[in-house]
């Protein structure tokens, strides 16, 4: 079927385009307008039109997500879904992720933490969320075969086969990398962790089983860079782990997760943090290799889902209600820590402050990713808000006014005059996340893209026009039309297209079996696991 996108302002800042014009449809992909009349026509006059969006950091599935919802089951409210969604009818289930998703106009989701050893559960649950394409970044830096052969003097060659491995045997599209270190580390009683410290049992550091993973991830030419989160989220003086890890990087390809969370310098008088966006954003525009995702927090009840033992363990004091799960298990460890955004709290306001400062100062928004780090800074729902409050400087004004004066005396929100346009969104959204994740096929209209399109009604209340969309076509299908979702359908599952060492097979075939009692064929994830065709490959980089 050929169908036009007719009369839009079509906004696509890859190809330049920001003025109205049409997109023509056939088999699932943009093509050129092909000189024959179109079988279905769809209006967007007043309408704006992108790409559909990509989010690049969700926690969207997996061990933490799962025990979320039974710890805090009214979080979220979930709504009608199809048949055959196991448990769909959970709060923050997988249905809802999906329709909800896609009312907002995206049509791709990465979660970006799945170790290796619990990758099937997660996989499975990723196939359960509908409308969307999604993948799971797999996560290495604290599993102790890699330790191991790092502490043995192994060479990069097995570091690499061991990676290679594990995404391969997981499914994943990358790879993450959670406060190196830091989970063997609480096992022997630490509590904090930094670049240089040496980690007991090991005699390791965090530069080093970090600069180790981001030249594994080189080497085998993945596609998204070594996506990292940091030593000290959330303490002040965070500003300068973030600031080591990027020079310790050395000019590798690096990915930083929610930024915000490392962007607390130490006041004066060392009784707390101010903003140091201003700092963190000079430092990734003087490193083009360099991108970072926001985590931008938002007001109101969530929960934080972590691995980062760590950092989970010293939050627990502050959970709000006053329950949490933490889990010092093998490899990674992590923990579920409810958690109370505050907009008369001083710490909450100027932690909503730094996310919108680091977004606004900006040079480049297509490395600054609108993130929320779901549902840890608050809920990917809240993104229409946050590209308001981006877009009007009179919404921003009239938000600070009701916050603590902390905003205005420790970060430069107010005085910050720039409103981003709909292609910097577009950017923000769209063609940056699809860049950082080598999705070529996506984020963006030219030909040969996949027609993944959202269309909004053009509002100035852009709260209400990012929340809804007028309608979302999943490969030229409608899926949405007037905030509803009218067709139910499955997306598939990325991961890249990669091939692993058989003599490191058997290797890992020996050391879980020594370790778990069963071998390498018990955390692979076989296609037979799912009832239809799940998986698509990405190709890695040339």
């Not at 089951?73 to 199809?82: H, M, Q």
């Not at 052969?149 to 997981?170: H, K």
């Not at 093998?330 to 730094?354: C, M, N």
């Not at 079996?513 to 799912?530: I, Y």
Request: hydrophobic share 40%.
């Amino acid at each position: 079927m050929l169908s036009v996108i007719r009369g839009g302002r079509v906004v696509d800042p890859t190809a330049s385009r920001d003025g109205v014009g049409d997109v023509w449809i056939e088999d699932g992909q943009i093509v050129d307008a092909p000189g024959r009349e179109p079988d279905r026509v769809i209006d967007a006059a007043g309408c704006v039109v992108m790409a559909g969006g990509v989010e690049v950091h969700s926690h969207i599935a997996g061990g933490n997500v799962i025990t979320s919802r039974l710890l805090l089951p009214d979080l979220y409210v979930s709504e009608a879904a199809p048949e055959g969604h196991p448990f769909a009818h959970a709060g923050g289930a997988a249905a809802w992720i999906g329709a909800t998703y896609a009312r907002m106009g995206y049509t791709t989701a990465v979660e970006p933490a799945m170790p290796p050893t619990h990758a099937l559960g997660t996989q499975l649950e990723l196939a359960d969320i509908p409308l969307l394409d999604r993948g799971a970044l797999t996560v290495m830096g604290n599993d102790d075969h890699l330790l191991t052969l790092l502490r043995d003097g192994e060479g990069a060659n097995a570091v690499r086969d061991l990676v290679a491995l594990n995404v391969a045997t997981s499914r994943g599209l990358g790879v993450k990398c959670i406060n190196a270190g830091g989970a063997s580390a609480f096992k022997d009683g630490a509590l904090k962790l930094s670049l240089d410290d040496e980690i007991p049992c090991y005699g390791l550091s965090t530069r080093r089983i970090m600069g180790s993973l981001l030249d594994a991830v080189e080497a085998l030419k993945v596609p998204h860079p070594l996506h990292v989160h940091c030593n000290n989220l959330g303490l002040p003086g965070a500003d300068d782990s973030f600031i080591a890890t990027l020079d310790a990087a050395e000019g590798r390809r690096i990915h930083f997760a929610h930024a915000q969370f490392y962007a607390y310098g130490v006041t004066d008088d060392g009784k707390g943090f101010r903003s140091a966006a201003e700092r963190i954003v000079r430092a990734i525009a003087d490193n083009p290799q360099a991108t970072l995702d926001i985590g931008q927090v938002v007001f109101g009840q969530t929960v934080t889902v972590s691995l980062d033992i760590l950092r989970q363990f010293g939050g627990r004091k502050g959970a709000k209600p006053r329950k949490w799960v933490l889990n010092a298990g093998d490899a990674e460890g992590g923990g579920v820590v409810p958690f109370l955004y505050r907009p008369k709290g001083p710490t909450s306001s100027l932690q909503w402050a730094i996310g919108l400062e680091i977004m606004l100062l900006s040079p480049d928004p297509e490395r600054t990713i609108l993130t929320t780090d779901h549902p840890n800074g608050g809920p990917f729902t809240q993104y229409p808000r946050i590209i308001h409050l981006l877009m009007d400087r009179g919404e921003r004004e009239r938000e600070i006014a009701t916050l603590p004066g902390v905003v205005g005396e420790r970060s430069g929100l107010p005085g910050i005059e720039r409103e981003y346009t709909l292609s910097e969104i577009a950017q923000l959204t769209r063609s940056g996340p699809a860049k950082l994740l080598g999705l070529a096929d996506r984020g963006h209209l030219r030909v040969g893209a996949r027609a993944d399109v959202a269309v909004y009604r053009d509002d100035p209340n852009r709260t209400a026009m990012f929340t809804a969309a007028k309608l979302v076509l999943k490969d030229g299908v409608p899926i949405v039309e007037d905030g509803e979702v009218v067709e139910w359908r499955a997306g598939r599952t990325l991961s890249l297209s990669l091939d692993s060492d058989k003599a490191m097979a058997r290797r890992t075939d020996t050391y879980l079996t020594d370790r778990f009692g069963t071998g390498l064929d018990s955390f692979t994830v076989p296609d037979e696991a799912f009832d239809a065709p799940t998986f698509e490959a990405v190709p890695c980089r040339v």
